[in-house]
């Protein structure tokens, strides 16, 4: 079946797919199903994200290669990719139960699982056969009869909503308040852990329903953080802590949005770089301050020195808590920008920042040694 170079635009981004390289890049996704109220299945949005949005841009992670998605299907990440991986065509499975009713039955006690990897040669036979079929049935079957491998799911998922398939609107509904309860708020560091995501937990809903929040909250906290450099360097040290905090909450709810919504690499680039840049920002923030101010004078040293070896604690944090795997625990016990931002505001305001300088160092270590502690402890069983 030849088909020319093709693009396809999905919520703003260009997605390409050209035919005519060496090994084609095949991607079909139901979109002709009806809801109850007479909208299209694959229009239906759940978090402002529609589920053929979404489809597309999982296919796009995975480099969209030979896969069939069913009509209304919502499945994480990791379906996709264990269905893309190379090899001999595959089907996602799942056992016979009541929560999997919605999809199409492989055999006495197995249902498709919404993923399918097909071959090349199966869309070429699909295009030579006489009389009208459905594309995704007949290429279900045709993968069904020459005994693809089924990669079973468990049943479970259906029933936490990680693969389900969406018949009406309240079943999207209830799809999006079980996704929110479920994304992992947790993460590096007394602050983000405790006050950060909690509070961005609260306002989750309401950060999910638009698209347009994941498209400009990293311009937005971008802006904060270069906000708190010229701050700073204007001699505004108050403020410019103040604003460093909201630029904290900012970037957990990037953090958030990348757990609940399809995001590209990019979006994982862009926060690791102005993670960076809140970082560095904090070991130099003194310097931006005295040197920025009328005298243009040195930083005291106990600001000077103490600064840089905050910064460094908490990236000693960092490294630590990435060593430890997937063994982690009590993470939320380190140290980060976050927690040294919020008490680093108070103590710019009352005047007393060369003592909080003193203290945060210090009391970052003592947090490491804390961590280190019970993290050896075992775990009770």
Known sequence: MPIGPSRLKVGG???CCKWGAPMALIALVGASEMLPDGGLRALVAIAGETLIERQAARLADVGVTHILV??????????????AKPGSPAILVTADTLLTQGFERIDATRRWGGLACISDAMVRDLANMPGEWDVMLTLLRMAVQ???????????????????????RPTAALIEQSSLQQVDYGGMGLGRSAIMMP?????????????KTARYLPYVTALLWIGVALLAASGLAAAGALVAVLGGLCLAAMRFLASFRAQSAAHDRVRAIIRSFAWLLLAAFPWLLSLGGAAH????????????????????ARLLYEDAGE??????????????????????????APLMFAILPLLALFQILLWMRLARRPEAK
Do not use: N
């Open 13 to 15: 981004d260009d997605l």
């Open 199 to 211: 509070l961005i937990r609260l306002a989750g809903p309401l950060l999910v329903r638009s698209p």
């Open 70 to 83: 069913a009509d209304g299907l919502r499945a994480g990440s990791a379906h996709y990719a264990a269905i």
């Open 146 to 168: 020459t005994g693809a491998r089924r990669l079973y799911c468990e049943p479970a998922l259906f029933e936490q909503g990680d693969i389900a398939i969406v018949t009406d």
């Open 297 to 316: 004078a040195m930083p005291r040293f106990s600001e000077a020195a103490l600064a840089p070896c905050l910064a460094a604690t908490i990236l000693l």
């Open 327 to 352: 063994k982690r625990r009590f993470h939320w016990l380190l140290p980060d920008a976050d927690q040294a931002w919020i008490m680093l505001a108070p103590a710019l305001v009352f005047g007393v």
